[in-house]
Nanobody, 120 residues
Framework: QVQLVESGGGLVQPGGSLRLSCAVS????????ISWYRQAPGKERELVAR????????RYADSVKGRFTISRDNAKNTVYLQMNSLRPEDTAVYYC?????????????WGQGTQVTVSS
């Protein structure tokens, strides 16, 4: 059974930090690139960060460059998103997605999402 389970979301003050985790099971994790997406109310889903299957390359949205860091531990089948200097505009539901072919338009598998709220 394929599962991507996000955790680590919550309420944080502006300027604070959170680390999201995406724990994967049910498929060959090391063969998939993993991305973090987010969707705020009334807005389209946005690609936040992506990491290749062997962690040799990463990519970030301009809005999070220098503040967010994506990483993966292939021994633990887990991807992380370290989020620093959080802003109210980072408030959204964050999802992880797995792609076998990195050029695919949509992930093959999705997690259920975790809420991040940045507010004082």
């Amino acid at each position: 059974q394929v599962q991507l389970v996000e955790s680590g979301g919550g309420l944080v003050q502006p300027g604070g930090s959170l680390r999201l985790s995406c724990a994967v099971s049910g498929f060959a994790f090391v063969s998939y690139s993993i991305s973090w997406y987010r969707q705020a109310p009334g807005k389209e889903r946005e690609l936040v960060a992506r990491i290749s299957n062997r962690a040799s390359s990463t990519r970030y949205a301009d809005s999070v460059k220098g503040r967010f860091t994506i990483s993966r531990d292939n021994a633990k089948n887990t991807v992380y998103l370290q989020m620093n200097s959080l802003r109210p505009e980072d408030t959204a539901v964050y999802y992880c997605g797995a792609k076998y072919r990195d050029y695919a338009s949509e992930p093959d598998y999705w997690g259920q999402g975790t809420q991040v709220t940045v507010s004082s």
